[in-house]
């Protein structure tokens, strides 16, 4: 049972548009902790896709979008390409009584249909 | 060019250990905190451990501690992860990957395959 709960799978047609949530609470994302969200291609290890929140590293085409609000998080695919078919999940920080620790989404199955 | 590159994988039986390795290069080592990540057969991420850049502090996931022990040998730019008392539900695959506010970059990962 992950900490954060994501789709199990969301689809979508080339060029449209589609949307992963991330659900936390007020122990983890609603503490104020930032969210990352990584790539995951098939038989590849996984890649990081947005960073702080909302931040594109280097090379991640700007058809990728993150944000949060409150207790939740959301990463965006607009323009959706048949390369974009992977795994994604959403990671952040939970508080414990020693100290706050990493946690990850369910992941969630990108399907370009 | 980051690269890191796991080793150490392989068959062991319950309660037996293994050592996972894991080499990195491209760049300083002694700058940045560690993790080990890893995925069982067909599941989700499942963060391990973590050790910090002088690896004076580590933190584990209840799932592993006290059998686990993450450790690192800045001189030879190299992270390990020393696994006891293994269980059939520590069967995975092991990434070692940079923390950098996120994991910034990962290795291509270890399988572990715990079973008689």
């Known amino acids: 049972q992950s900490v954060l709960t994501q789709p199990p799978s969301v689809s979508g047609a080339p060029g449209q548009r589609v949307t992963i949530s991330c659900t936390g609470s007020?122990?983890?994302?609603?503490?104020?902790?930032?969210v990352h969200w990584y790539q995951q291609l098939p038989g590849t290890a996984p890649k990081l896709l947005i960073d702080?929140?909302?931040n594109r590293p280097s090379g991640v085409p700007d058809r990728f979008s993150g944000s949060k609000s409150g207790t939740s998080a959301s990463l965006a695919i607009t323009g959706l390409q048949a390369e974009d078919e992977a795994d994604y999940y959403c990671q952040s920080y939970d508080s414990t009584l020693s100290g706050p620790f990493c946690v990850f989404g369910s992941g969630t199955k990108v399907t370009v249909l | 060019e980051v690269h890191l590159l796991e080793s150490g994988g392989g068959l062991v039986q319950p309660g037996g250990s293994l050592r996972l390795y894991c080499a990195a290069s491209?760049?300083?080592?002694?700058?940045?905190?560690m993790t080990w990540v890893r995925q069982a057969p067909g599941k989700g991420l499942d963060w391990v451990s973590y050790i910090s850049s002088g690896g004076d502090t580590t933190h584990y996931a209840d799932s592993v501690k006290g059998r686990f022990t993450i450790s690192r040998d800045n001189a030879k730019n190299s992270l390990y992860l020393q696994m006891n008392s293994l269980r059939a539900e520590d069967t995975a695959v092991y990434y070692c990957?940079?923390?950098?506010?996120?994991?910034?970059?990962w290795g291509q990962g270890t399988l572990v395959t715990v079973s008689s």
């Open positions: 990957a940079r923390l950098d506010h996120a994991f910034d970059s």
């Open positions: 491209g760049f300083t080592f002694n700058s940045y905190e």
């Open positions: 702080g929140n909302s």
């Open positions: 007020s122990s983890n994302i609603g503490a104020g902790y930032d």
